[in-house]
């Protein structure tokens, strides 16, 4: 039973645009939450992650949304660049992690 | 340069086989995790550890093994019990703080294994 959910398997932005990445869990006893970024043939890379005592966290052009009451946190991307394009997992955090499917991002030139 | 490294990066054997992938970290981290990446699923997480000398069965232990006899280092064993062999195996390590959920783990480039 997947308790984080990525519904949408991709998403083309044009580059300079804002690219948003959206992910559902259903585990209210999760209180972390991160997103990976990963290459083709690589392991994720760590992006950025948000505590479940904060609704926002910025890191340059990534900003991570988390909304308590609907389960919800979302990734954005502005400007969207070329090499932003990958997969990009969300994970929860729980007594251990849970990933999600993944959404592959492509940003167009 | 610290990080994870994975080795091979591509592996086939012979259905039936055991085979065993390897996971090393100079991150000096406390925690390492074995998870299975299959088309349109998510990471699953197979075994983790906290400390030498120790580890746990994650969601899909069942057929695999692990052993952490050094800090730097914890294989996973593929055995001939795994029903389905075939899929991308990542490794991870993090610093153990005590709160496990708040640990970033940090990835290696992980092992394609194909069971022909």
């Known amino acids: 039973d997947q308790q984080v959910k990525q519904n949408s398997p991709s998403l083309s932005v044009q580059e300079g645009r804002i690219s948003i990445l959206n992910c559902d869990y259903t585990n209210s006893m999760f209180d972390y939450f991160l997103w990976y970024k990963k290459y083709p043939a690589e392991g994720p890379t760590f992006l950025i992650s948000i505590s479940s005592i904060k609704d926002k966290n910025e890191d340059g052009r990534f900003t991570v949304f988390l909304n308590k009451s609907a389960k919800h946190l979302s990734l954005h991307i502005v400007p969207s660049q070329p090499g932003d394009s990958a997969v990009y997992f969300c994970a929860a955090s729980g007594n251990q992690f849970y990933f999600g499917t993944g959404t592959s991002l492509t940003v167009i030139p | 340069d610290g990080g994870i490294t994975q080795s091979p990066k591509y592996l086939f054997r012979k259905e039936g086989q055991n085979v065993t992938l390897s996971c090393e970290q100079n991150?000096?981290?406390?925690?390492m995790y074995w998870y299975r990446q299959d088309p349109g699923q998510g990471l699953r997480l197979i075994y983790y550890?906290?400390?030498?000398?120790?580890?746990q069965k994650g969601d899909i232990a069942e057929g695999y093994s692990v052993s952490r006899e050094k800090k730097e280092s914890f294989p996973l064993t593929v055995t001939s019990a795994q029903k389905n062999p075939t899929a991308f195996y990542l490794c991870?390590?993090?610093?153990?703080?005590?709160?496990?959920?708040?640990?970033?783990?940090?990835f290696g480039p992980g092992t394609r294994l194909t069971v022909l």
């Open positions: 991870a390590s993090s610093i153990f703080s005590g709160r496990a959920s708040t640990d970033t783990q940090y």
């Open positions: 550890s906290q400390i030498v000398n120790d580890f």
């Open positions: 991150l000096n981290h406390d925690a």
